[in-house]
């Protein structure tokens, strides 16, 4: 280290650090020289914990692993089971379960939205994003007992129905929520303090995220169309997306996936809007199909004494920060033989070295902000 | 490309339209709520401190099949002392939930066989006792009775 090289600490305890990270940071004056994250503060052992409990005991603690957008993990989790043991999920289960999914992913970028603007030192948007999310998170409150924790997927179905009453709720929130945006958006997208902390500045090109393995909003930013809900992809590497296109009942749904051109912490913003909206869509037309379909929900399988047979699979699923994949391994018994998990958070921590390279000290939480990170997804 | 002398201006507008947004919401009624004094309710599939279930003539459901151990993702939280009555029935002599260890993940409540054990809506749970929270069998009956006066019981689904 020269003697003009000053290095700091940030974090643990930080609090934009949305949860416990650590920098490690050389300055020179106020361009970051170079930064080292340290992780590992959050691990709780989240892989290891399947081995020794049956599938079912493992269910309850895969919400955990993001607590953001816990229907995610849920789901991750379930398919790869469901595949393993081949048991058919209903129609209506699905579209219960995208309806759910889209609203946790709704939640999570509303959280996102109002911690990113804070980051920067806008207060408002924190109110106004978390007095949106507390419908969302009431809602689910209401329909699985808790405002995190769900739950609520169970193998092959889930807990109980949905009522009339509670899809009404939603189609309510639905109506009203496309002026809640408008709201965000005249508050934020022109704001020019907002503009010149954020355009060209953290810039993702297209090769490092590729070479990053980047994916979600992240990726998308940069302007490569790659998202697991959509079964048509438009990108050259076919063998990395292989399987688990167009998951559940995606394929019949209408809906678009927003791209951004440079890859910027702006863009990063604007998809991120976009896809708020391309959520209600989805909602919207969830609730059409449940109202005017029935179908049965529980699955007549005993979950608590639930065996698969030998085999492994592996399920991806488009979370709010990347693609979510669980790996199950099964040996024939009823515990998991080995459960890995991969989730995009880890890969956007791991990016930071390179995209923090010669950036303004005072830019680093507004990079950092854009690229969604939640620690207990990077640490499991 | 934005003309470099017009910039200003369009800052100006947005800056202006920024902060309508955010005046507007001065005359909206408050969203917050004063916490302990009031509170919100809760609805009937909330997941909060267990309780047995107790019939009419004051006898637990439970039969001490120990499904609630079996599904339960924490390990020892749930323990049940097991013994035979004179008709030849189980049930439990001792039941202890230990809330310190429990999730609130509802698993014991989804899949008891005979519907014996269910949550209640309190949530209020701290204590400056560890041992507070190890629910023992006459607590978990209490708080049976408690939620019926309170109205708070859960639902049957
Ligand atoms: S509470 Fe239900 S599952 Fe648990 S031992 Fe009693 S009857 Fe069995
Ligand atoms: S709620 Fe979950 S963690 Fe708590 S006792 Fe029941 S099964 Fe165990």
Request: net charge positive; hydrophobic share 35%.
């Given at each position: 280290m020269?003697?003009n090289r000053?290095?700091i600490?940030?974090?643990?305890?930080?609090?934009?650090?949305?949860?416990v990270?650590?920098?490690?940071?050389?300055?020179?004056?106020?361009?970051i020289?170079?930064?080292e994250?340290?992780?590992?503060?959050?691990h709780?052992?989240?892989?290891?914990m399947?081995?020794?409990?049956t599938?079912l005991?493992?269910?309850?603690?895969?919400?955990?692993?993001?607590?953001?957008?816990?229907?995610?993990?849920s789901?991750?989790y379930?398919?790869a089971v469901?595949?393993?043991?081949?048991i058919?999920?209903?129609?209506?289960?699905?579209?219960?379960?995208?309806?759910?999914?889209?609203m946790?992913?709704?939640?999570s970028?509303?959280?996102?939205?109002?911690?990113?603007?804070?980051?920067?030192?806008?207060t408002?948007?924190?109110?106004?994003?978390?007095?949106?999310?507390?419908?969302i998170l009431?809602?689910?409150e209401?329909?699985?007992?808790?405002?995190?924790?769900y739950?609520?997927?169970?193998?092959?179905?889930?807990?109980?129905?949905?009522?009339?009453?509670?899809?009404?709720?939603?189609?309510?929130?639905?109506?009203i929520?496309?002026?809640k945006i408008?709201?965000?958006?005249d508050?934020?997208?022109?704001n020019?303090?907002?503009?010149t902390?954020?355009k060209?500045?953290?810039?993702?090109?297209k090769n490092?995220?590729?070479?990053?393995?980047i994916?979600?909003?992240?990726l998308?930013?940069?302007?490569?169309?790659?998202?697991?809900?959509?079964?048509?992809?438009?990108?050259?590497?076919?063998?990395?997306?292989?399987?688990?296109?167009?998951?559940?009942v995606?394929?019949?749904?209408?809906?678009?996936?927003?791209?951004?051109?440079?890859?910027?912490?702006f863009d990063?913003?604007k998809?991120?809007?976009?896809e708020?909206?391309?959520?209600?869509?989805?909602?919207s037309q969830c609730?059409?199909?449940?109202?005017?379909n029935?179908?049965?929900?529980?699955?007549?399988i005993?979950?608590?004494?639930?065996?698969?047979?030998?085999?492994?699979?592996?399920?991806n699923?488009?979370?709010?920060?990347?693609?979510?994949?669980?790996?199950?391994?099964?040996?024939?018994?009823g515990?998991?033989?080995?459960?890995?998990?991969r989730?995009?958070?880890?890969?956007?921590v791991q990016?930071l070295?390179k995209?923090?390279?010669n950036?303004?000290?005072p830019?680093?939480?507004?990079?950092?902000?854009?690229?969604?990170?939640?620690?207990?997804?990077?640490?499991? | 490309?934005?003309?470099?002398?017009?910039?200003p201006f369009r800052d100006?507008?947005?800056?202006?339209?920024?902060h309508?947004t955010?005046f507007?919401?001065?005359?909206?009624?408050p969203?917050?709520?004063?916490?302990?004094?009031?509170?919100?309710?809760?609805?009937d599939?909330?997941?909060?401190?267990h309780?047995l279930?107790?019939?009419?003539?004051?006898k637990?459901?439970c039969?001490?099949?120990g499904?609630?151990?079996?599904?339960?993702p924490s390990?020892?939280?749930?323990?049940?002392?097991?013994?035979?009555n004179?008709?030849g029935?189980?049930?439990p002599k001792n039941?202890?939930?230990?809330?310190?260890?429990c999730?609130?993940?509802g698993?014991?409540v989804?899949?008891?066989?005979f519907?014996?054990?269910?949550?209640?809506?309190?949530?209020?749970?701290?204590d400056e006792?560890?041992?507070?929270?190890?629910?023992?069998?006459?607590?978990?009956?209490?708080?049976?009775?408690?939620?019926?006066?309170?109205k708070?019981v859960?639902?049957?689904?």
């Amino acid at each position: 280290m020269t003697k003009n090289r000053l290095k700091i600490n940030i974090g643990p305890q930080h609090p934009s650090t949305h949860g416990v990270l650590r920098l490690v940071l050389e300055l020179e004056g106020e361009i970051i020289k170079s930064c080292e994250p340290v992780i590992g503060y959050l691990h709780r052992g989240m892989e290891k914990m399947a081995e020794n409990r049956t599938y079912l005991q493992y269910l309850p603690i895969v919400d955990r692993i993001d607590y953001l957008s816990g229907f995610f993990n849920s789901f991750a989790y379930c398919n790869a089971v469901e595949n393993l043991a081949q048991i058919e999920v209903s129609k209506r289960s699905q579209y219960i379960r995208v309806l759910t999914m889209e609203m946790n992913r709704l939640s999570s970028h509303l959280l996102w939205l109002g911690t990113f603007l804070l980051d920067m030192g806008a207060t408002s948007p924190l109110f106004y994003t978390f007095r949106d999310r507390e419908v969302i998170l009431s809602l689910f409150e209401e329909l699985t007992g808790q405002r995190l924790m769900y739950n609520y997927y169970t193998f092959g179905g889930l807990r109980h129905d949905v009522s009339d009453d509670w899809l009404d709720k939603v189609g309510d929130f639905v109506k009203i929520m496309p002026k809640k945006i408008q709201d965000y958006e005249d508050i934020i997208t022109n704001n020019p303090i907002f503009t010149t902390r954020t355009k060209n500045i953290g810039v993702l090109s297209k090769n490092s995220t590729l070479q990053y393995s980047i994916t979600g909003p992240n990726l998308r930013a940069t302007g490569i169309r790659v998202d697991y809900r959509n079964s048509k992809q438009e990108t050259g590497n076919k063998e990395h997306n292989s399987h688990g296109l167009g998951y559940l009942v995606y394929p019949e749904l209408d809906f678009e996936i927003p791209t951004a051109k440079t890859g910027d912490s702006f863009d990063r913003y604007k998809v991120r809007v976009e896809e708020m909206k391309v959520c209600l869509k989805l909602i919207s037309q969830c609730i059409d199909w449940l109202k005017s379909n029935t179908g049965e929900i529980i699955s007549p399988i005993k979950q608590h004494l639930l065996k698969v047979p030998e085999g492994e699979f592996i399920s991806n699923v488009e979370a709010p920060r990347g693609v979510c994949s669980c790996y199950v391994k099964s040996d024939g018994s009823g515990n998991p033989y080995r459960v890995k998990w991969r989730t995009g958070s880890f890969y956007a921590v791991q990016i930071l070295p390179k995209l923090l390279e010669n950036t303004f000290y005072p830019d680093l939480m507004a990079i950092f902000g854009s690229l969604d990170v939640i620690l207990p997804e990077v640490d499991r | 490309m934005m003309k470099k002398s017009l910039k200003p201006f369009r800052d100006i507008i947005a800056l202006a339209l920024g902060h309508l947004t955010v005046f507007k919401h001065v005359f909206k009624r408050p969203v917050t709520l004063e916490y302990p004094e009031k509170k919100l309710p809760l609805n009937d599939n909330f997941r909060g401190e267990h309780a047995l279930v107790v019939d009419n003539e004051g006898k637990l459901l439970c039969t001490a099949c120990g499904t609630c151990q079996r599904v339960c993702p924490s390990f020892e939280t749930i323990e049940i002392e097991k013994e035979k009555n004179e008709s030849g029935k189980f049930y439990p002599k001792n039941y202890t939930i230990d809330l310190n260890k429990c999730i609130f993940c509802g698993n014991c409540v989804q899949y008891c066989p005979f519907g014996a054990i269910i949550m209640t809506k309190e949530y209020e749970l701290a204590d400056e006792k560890k041992s507070a929270l190890k629910l023992d069998i006459n607590t978990l009956k209490k708080n049976y009775s408690d939620s019926i006066i309170k109205k708070t019981v859960k639902s049957k689904r």
